[in-house]
Every structure is written in structure tokens, then in C-alpha cells.
């Protein structure tokens, strides 16, 4: 058995997990589906054993659905699974507007909303509520907040310091200038309420 993410044949063998782990990289390889340990303990009704094929398989469906995220990704290095929507996935089941991969480029907008409490507060109390910012991207939203930031501050935001900010082009950054100079009467409002 060689472990398809790393390519190691070293692995660990979890019969109270019922899994096989590879040892290098940490990847659940393979569910252990018949437990000699799991069988013996089980007595009576059976409980047990039938908690322990449902963990099995809960188990085994994330294990084959970060299989295929990963055959997806390919060798692109901009793209990764993104661990907390991965974990959301695996607790509650696919659901929709999920996105299980991400792009590095939208790191760089998370930055600019982690590295300013103005920018987060814009994007709660104005970007979320006008309809036409709101259907943004994510990285569209926090590129909005923050011009809208710079706005409040009576700076005029330049399209490639708002592009290198966010991570969004420079196209999209004039897109969203405009459409905010065009809807500045709406967005007042929002921002008195």
C-alpha cells in the first residue's frame, strides 16, 4: 500500500479509530471496515458495532471526498482546500455555496479584513446590506469595504493599491469604484441607518 498524497508506505494501523493513517503526512488512507477488537467487544444487541460501521463510514466518505478535491486541485499551487469549510463539510454534508477549494489570492483579502477592524466593520454594516455590493465575490465584498474605508477617510482609492490590497484585478477594483461613486446616495443611507 503506498499513500496516494506523499507516496509512503509507512502506515498506522487504528482499530479504535478504524482507520489506516499514514505515518509521514497524517492522511486516513484507508478505513479499517472489519475490526477483530471492535467485533469481540460488541455484546448483546450489537449497538456498538453498528456505531462503529457508522463512524467507519463517515470516515470513509471524507477520506474519498478530500481524494477527489485533491484530483481536482492537480499541481495548481494557488489552489488548497480549505480546512475550515472542509471540516463544515465532513460535521454537516455538502451544502450549497460550500466552496471546499480556495485560491491564495483570496488571502490577500482576508488580510485586509483581519488587519482592519474599519474594514470588517463596512463589510457587516454596509457591503452586506446593499444588494448590489452583497452578490459580490469574497474577495469583491472586502475589495468594496475597503474603498469604502478609504472613502470615509476622504482618501480617493487608486484601483492598484486597491487590486495589490485585496487581491482582486484591476479591473474588478475600477468595477467596484464606479459602481460605489454611482450608488453613493443608497450607500449613505445604509451607513446612517
Known amino acids: 500500500m503506498i499513500c496516494p498524497l506523499c507516496g509512503s508506505s509507512e502506515f498506522s494501523w487504528s482499530y479504535e479509530r478504524g482507520e489506516v493513517t499514514c505515518r509521514r503526512c497524517g492522511l486516513v488512507v484507508?478505513?479499517?471496515?472489519?475490526?477483530?477488537?471492535?467485533?469481540?467487544?460488541?455484546?448483546?444487541?450489537?449497538?456498538e458495532w453498528v456505531a462503529y460501521r457508522k463512524f467507519v463510514y463517515s470516515k470513509e466518505k471524507s477520506y474519498n471526498k478530500f481524494v477527489e478535491l485533491k484530483s481536482r486541485i492537480g499541481n495548481r499551487e494557488e489552489l488548497y482546500i480549505d480546512s475550515a469549510a472542509f471540516q463544515a463539510y465532513v460535521s454537516r454534508g455538502s451544502r450549497r455555496g460550500l466552496r471546499l477549494i480556495s485560491s491564495t489570492r483570496n488571502s490577500k483579502a482576508y488580510?485586509?479584513?483581519?488587519?482592519?477592524?474599519e474594514v470588517r466593520e463596512i463589510m457587516e454594516k454596509v457591503v452586506m446590506k446593499h444588494p448590489l455590493l452583497a452578490?459580490?465575490?469574497?474577495?469583491?465584498?472586502?475589495?468594496?469595504?475597503?474603498?469604502?474605508?478609504?472613502?470615509?477617510?476622504?482618501?480617493?482609492?487608486?484601483?492598484?493599491?486597491?487590486?495589490?490590497?485585496?487581491?482582486?484585478?484591476?479591473t474588478q477594483a475600477k468595477r467596484i469604484i464606479q459602481l460605489i461613486e454611482n450608488e453613493r446616495p443608497r450607500i449613505t443611507n445604509i451607513i446612517k441607518q
Open 30 to 47: 484507508e478505513p479499517i471496515v472489519e475490526s477483530p477488537v471492535a467485533r469481540s467487544e460488541s455484546h448483546g444487541s450489537g449497538n
Open 111 to 117: 488580510e485586509a479584513l483581519r488587519g482592519s477592524i
Open 135 to 170: 452578490s459580490r465575490t469574497v474577495r469583491g465584498k472586502i475589495a468594496a469595504a475597503y474603498i469604502l474605508s478609504l472613502l470615509l477617510k476622504g482618501e480617493k482609492p487608486a484601483p492598484k493599491d486597491v487590486s495589490r490590497k485585496t487581491g482582486v484585478s484591476m
